[in-house]
């Protein structure tokens, strides 16, 4: 949980301080806790939290372009 929270707490960072240069770490840790839910049979939660900062920094094209490599690579969750 704390270690969930520091990551959040970092994505937010990034992108809120629009740290462009570092938006594919915050995909990376994005999905890592993501990957993390769904590992654990939460799957939707892990979703719904990627969801979420997309709409949060829906307005943060390069972000949303790096969410979607991320998504590919994961493969276990979607970016529409």
């Known amino acids: 949980l704390a270690a969930e929270k520091a ?3 970092r994505v937010d960072a990034i992108v809120s301080e629009k ?14 806790v ?3 839910y769904w ?13 979420r900062f997309k709409e949060k920094y829906n307005r943060h094209s ?4 790096e969410l979607q490599k991320a ?10």
């Open 19 to 32: 740290h462009r240069q570092s938006y594919w770490k915050a995909a990376q840790l994005l999905f890592s």
């Open 62 to 65: 390069a972000f949303k372009a």
């Open 71 to 80: 998504a590919k690579k994961s493969k276990l969750f979607s970016v529409l």
């Open 39 to 51: 590992s654990n049979g939460r799957a939707d939660q892990g979703q719904r939290l990627v969801s």
């Open 7 to 9: 990551a959040l707490k």
């Open 34 to 36: 993501a990957e993390t």
